[in-house]
């Protein structure tokens, strides 16, 4: 499900808590994480704590427009500390933040202690579910308009403008937002004149998709974490009752509407888990409508993405567009393995 947030971070619960102490040293050459963990057993670590150290060095990153200071999801290992499962469970069940890319981080790094998802109630799995990290969508390049009458050139990215409008513009010169048809945009150097040349148009849409890529890489590594989030995630919650199966078909969705590259996996895990389920996993009576809704709205998605552009020397233009849908192949292996043709009135 499609999600929209303000630049809001919600630290209030944990104001005053101090810092952690300095992690455990990096380890010697040639020694594994492991190791080093038994040799030096972890110790009990105080989650206010983490939650401040974490929040702090995700949102030090993101102002300052700098990469993760993580590489992989590893906090509790280089940290040596262990937390309460129920209190991974809890930081699973909320969003730490309304910027998606921080939540992700966030998650990204608590994943690092390894909570188990097994046993929980219904309602614990249903939030859990909700609250998955949303996803930045993926730059929509616009094409001029050669006439003028307003169409200039650009590039959509709706209404998360607010969150990552600083990490594009960066200080650079000649941006500006602006509105297009399908929400806030960031305007490329101008939008056109009253008429453009067949340079103009070249070297609009040659800085245009020049743009489009650049903000697509930002877009990937804001995205990275909480994409790693929801892949693990959806490997923990249980087959039992179709919780996983609920929680796959969400993250499907969320990534075909952002656009995501990784949409068509997020699809064959699903079909995958359709499978593997088949009839013999009854589904849970609170969930089943629930996965019911949600296969009737990927039944209906369907996006056009255009991924690039380009003018040859004659001021041409081309675009590449993705058309990104469930294919009719995919849903009926789905609606067939769990025997779902009545509840969805479908043939």
């Known amino acids: 499900m499609r999600r929209c947030y303000l630049l809001i971070p919600l630290l209030a619960l944990l104001a005053g808590a101090p810092l952690l102490k300095a992690a455990a040293p990096a380890t010697a050459t040639g020694t594994t994480e492991e190791d080093w963990s038994r040799k030096y057993p972890p110790k009990p670590g105080n989650v206010a704590q983490v939650m401040i150290q974490l929040n702090k060095e995700a949102i030090d990153a993101w102002r300052d427009n700098q990469p993760w200071p993580r590489d992989k999801s590893n906090y509790a290992q280089r940290a040596n500390i262990t937390l309460p499962n129920a209190d991974l469970v809890r930081i699973l069940s909320q969003r730490m933040h309304s910027n998606p890319a921080l939540d992700g ?40 308009n050669p006439s003028g009458g307003g169409g200039g050139y650009g590039i959509s990215l ?13 200080g650079r010169p000649g941006y500006h937002l602006s509105v297009v048809t399908t929400g806030s945009g960031l305007a490329v150097n101008g939008a056109g004149g009253p008429s453009m040349t067949t340079g103009d148009i070249i070297d609009a849409v040659r800085t245009t998709q020049t743009e489009a890529k650049r903000i697509r890489r930002i877009i990937d590594e804001a995205n990275a974490p909480a994409l790693a989030v929801r892949t693990r995630v959806c490997a923990l919650l249980p087959r039992a009752g179709g919780v996983r199966f609920l929680a796959l078909i969400d993250d499907a969705l969320d990534r075909m509407a952002a656009a995501d590259p990784s949409w068509p996996q997020a699809m064959q895990r699903l079909v995958a888990e359709a499978r593997a389920m088949g009839t013999t996993t009854p589904l849970d009576g609170e969930l089943k409508p629930m996965i019911v809704g949600g296969l009737r709205r990927l039944i209906s998605f369907h996006q056009t993405q255009v991924n690039s552009i380009w003018a040859d020397d004659n001021g041409h233009i081309t675009m590449d567009r993705e058309v990104i849908y469930a294919s009719r192949r995919d849903l009926a292996e789905i609606i067939a393995a769990l025997d779902l043709r009545e509840a969805l009135q479908v043939p």
Request: aromatic share 8%; no cysteine.
């Open 158 to 170: 709706g209404s998360q403008m607010a969150i990552v409008n600083s990490r594009i513009t960066n």
């Open 105 to 144: 981080y966030v998650k990204w790094q608590i994943l690092s202690f390894h909570p188990d998802l097994a046993g929980l109630a219904i309602k614990t799995y249903r939030q859990i579910i909700a609250t998955l990290p949303g996803l930045l969508r993926q730059p929509q390049p616009s094409v001029p």
